[in-house]
């Protein structure tokens, strides 16, 4: 497996020259399977612009392009891209978009195909020239052919989140964003008349439980691409709640799972190169990381497992 990150910022687009080394497009990584050459795109975020533009270069050249973007969910800024998605307009071009989908009422049809109307977009879904088909996707374990297999897990977001497992050829790689740790939804203070015993104690085996099934979810991973948009005091001081996740969190169940390398994933869009290159310092250190190599994800990144 060869994998591309084109987009690492999380919320919102933030180019600029203070963002230049690291990138300020929102989420997009292209995942190639060598031996057939085949394709995943992980997210529609603005980066995927660039993506589709290399594909037309050097993709369409080998005949119709087809290729699947799996989405982990439809906020904003992992779908924002997908209007500027070139292929898309390429008669010949075939398309399965997979993702999870919070309300029954609206399709991943609707949601993601829906920026294409005239309301927001020149050109209407319905004008297109290539083929596409939506897929939701819930929990579940799938045989994507060609020896690759997909497992997918709910994460802490909030609206319904989905991350990746991907294995192929005794390789794994994992994503775990956007997502914070389960915690305690009820109320845990004996003081207050809202507090049950039975409750807050069943509240924290959930969530413990929980947490445990997401560690197992990117046990032994080769590489893990995880939520880390805040530091610690950062998450625990304004953040939690937002659905995402601290540098440290990030580094300390990646450690308990084995995992042997981490990205650092879904930037900040305030952090500038110059302060992630402060965290790295720390975060990145062996003193602080031990045997597990830890980086910051950094647009045209190239990894090969």
Known sequence: MKLKFWGVRGSIPCPGPQTMKYGGNTACIELRFKDTDRLIIIDAGSGIRELGNYMMAHDLRKGP???????????????TGFPFFTPIYVPGTELKIYGPVTYEDETLE???GGQLAYRYFPVRQAEL?????????????????DGI???????NHPILCIGY??????????TAYD??????????????PAYDEQVAREGEEVAGEENQRVEEFFSGADLLIHDAQYTRQEYESSKVGWGHSSFEHAVETAKRANVKRLALFHH???????QIDELSKKYCSPDYSG??????AREGMQIEL
Request: proline share 4%.
């Open 65 to 79: 392009i087809k290729t699947e973007i799996l989405l982990t969910h439809t906020h904003w800024d992992h779908i």
């Open 165 to 174: 497992r991907f294995e192929y050829h005794g390789k794994i790689v994992c």
């Open 110 to 112: 609707k949601i993601v």
């Open 291 to 296: 045997d597990m190599a830890v980086f910051f």
């Open 149 to 155: 297999t997909i497992t997918t897990k709910y994460l």
């Open 129 to 145: 020239a290539s083929k596409i088909e939506y897929f939701d996707l819930k929990e579940s374990r799938m045989d994507f052919n």
């Open 179 to 192: 997502t914070e740790p389960f915690r305690n939804v009820f109320c845990i203070d004996p003081n207050d």
């Open 268 to 274: 900040e869009p305030l952090r500038t190169d110059a």
